[in-house]
């Protein structure tokens, strides 16, 4: 049988897939902005505090943060240019290392370049087909990804139901896999709400499973010295921490012990085969790292206004989740009634993104709404102003 490439219609999958989301109000495009500090930014010419960032300590414009990167700038060049088997591990990499691990109380800890990078490679690299990998139903897309790469079986629970995971895991054990792996977030991050850590860590014990902890959004805001909520714990193989969001860099490391950070040295794709983060990036973790333990005075602000936003959103009649994060969503549930809501908001001087499926399951859509200790009260006042003005209208 001969089998003709239709040359004038290969890309027909592409264009019924970006009509099918235009049709469904999920088609998606890149909006420019500039920062013009921790709070606010321009968009086509207008200023808007910018409620969709997470920055939550407004970390990425602190000035001893950007002087530090500018001098490890200056002394080792723009990039590091190999890989870290190679060439690219340089002292400023080990130096960062080893005081992520400190800090976390852990044995060892080892950069990554993104989560995303993190969580597709690592995943595969601790489980195979003969795994079972057990998550969280609402788990970040990367984790997704990584599972599915590794090919091992898998099943997820239902969100932040430890129960649910205790049913699947007294089936599991007497099923023969080689290994079993839990795998879950400690902040949702598009929920807001925590995972119970040290209820994951007794059931891996009781298990005797893997366990791993994406904390990205733990990090620098939650937790002993503001370093998450696996820092200081102990049962858990390997935590994730990103420097995306509180740290206002960018990047990831995991903290484990020295034999897992040896093995994924020697083993994991997505750290062996790519190159190391440059120096500026390094210097600006390392400096932001430095300061997070200091910062009691933000957080506590930023909890106090977490708790109001969600105390006055709640009063309005909206649906929000009880996060005690700063990402508190409000769920709207169609599509095109958040867009709505977003280009509302964005009139009247809100950037509040919506966000809609596939991120979110279907009938889920929601502004998402991240705060910043960088936020001044009019700023979160304003916001509820207009949130009431709209729900009432």
Known sequence: MNFELNHSNKLEFIERELQERENNNNFRQLNSIYPKDAVTVVKNGKTLINFSSNDYLGLSKNPKIIAASQDYLNQYGNGSTASRLVAGTYDIHEKL?????????????????????????????????????????????SILQGILLSKAQWKRYQHNDLSHLDRLLKKAILQGYNRILIVTETVFSMEGDRSDVDALIQLSQQYNTLLYLDDAHALGIMGENGMGLTANKLGIDISLGTFGKAIGSFGAFIATSKLIRDYLINCCPGFIYTTALPPAVIASIEAAVDMIPSLDQQRNYLLHQIDYVQKKLKNLGYQVFGSHSPIIPIIIGDEKKTLNLSEYLENHGILATAIRPPTVPKNTSRIRLVLSSQHQPEHIDYLVSLLRNYHEN
């Open 97 to 141: 290392e080893k005081k992520l691990a400190k800090l976390c109380n852990k044995e060892s800890a080892l950069l990554f370049n993104t989560g995303f990078q993190a969580n597709t490679t690592i995943i595969p690299t601790l489980v195979d087909h003969k795994s079972l990998v057990l998550c969280d139903r609402l788990v970040h897309n």
